[in-house]
């Protein structure tokens, strides 16, 4: 190789790692601003942080599903009420150990997007998410009319957990934006790590190589229909920890947390912030939430404003929140 043609790599790899560093930077910079919130924000604020914080994680998962597979997944919010499910079935149980409740939501939602997933990841496309959607129904529908098991239309109760097999003073509101915050905030970042060296790791090239070319990826050895399953039990891992402190946060095991709207919101929050980045559905599930809480208090056509937003960001910004603001900083340097 001539210096000619190493010198345009190194500088593209030095480009890389500039961009990386500060994209580290940034991402540490947000941490750090929400672990400072609760001595400057509001408790209603901060009740609204922990909200982004549930999604946030369980954008990272089905981020993998939908920006690095490349599978659109209509049903994802079944898993949310799971883990939210989860956490009620152990408050009825008198068990209300969190770590217990997060490991079995876990493995609920494992076992069920395996066998779900043998199903549909063998489509692509919009048959993917019509099967996605009718399985995430069906699992809405039984949460609705088994009225003796789940609580029916009303749902079921979430009591106040253990963090660590500690029973911490004060009220709901001090619990929530004190100690659970940031038990959950704990938990963004732990599974944040996590996310980012899945999507370096071998299998993150997979995984992006299974989206752009499966015949190509397959003729390399690798085995796409196992990628792609994998991609959906990880997604849905995370979705299951998102229920649990969702369902923590409110209160309340509710069946509406598995209508396909939910889903639909995962969805939006992923291509408001820009699926083609890491941190991007971060972003966008930190400017949905805000945006939706401001909206409704401002009108009753807030679904309106919001569909309005996703169409602009899909016709003028494809690449989302994120990609723009990485296509202005290179516009800078």
Known sequence: MTMEAIAPAGKAAAAKAAGDARQAAGALAALALLAA????????????LGTFIAYAIALLGFNLLLG?????????????AIGAYTAAAYTKLGLPYLELTL?????????????????CVRYTKIFFGMLTLAFGMTFHSFLFKFYNVTGGDQGMRVGRPLLAGFDFAGGKTAFLTGPFYYYALILLCLFGFLAWRIVHSPFGLQLRAARDN????????????????????ISALYCGIAGVLIGVGVGLADPELGYWTQSGNLVF????GGSGVFGGPVLGAFVFVFLQDFLVAWTEYWRFVLGAILVAIVVFF????????????????
Do not use: D, N
């Open 214 to 233: 499966p015949q190509k990826a397959a003729y390399l050895g690798v085995e796409v229909h196992r990628v792609r399953l994998w991609a959906f039990v």
């Open 318 to 333: 494809p690449e989302g929140l994120a990609g723009l603001l990485l296509r202005l900083r290179r516009r800078e340097s």
């Open 269 to 272: 929050m992923t291509i408001l």
């Open 37 to 48: 919130a609760p001595f400057f924000a509001s408790p209603y604020t901060l009740t609204v």
């Open 68 to 80: 690095y597979c490349g599978l659109l997944s209509f049903g994802h919010a079944m898993f949310i």
């Open 103 to 119: 490991l079995t939501a876990m493995a609920a939602c494992a076992i069920a997007a395996f066998l779900i997933g043998l199903f």
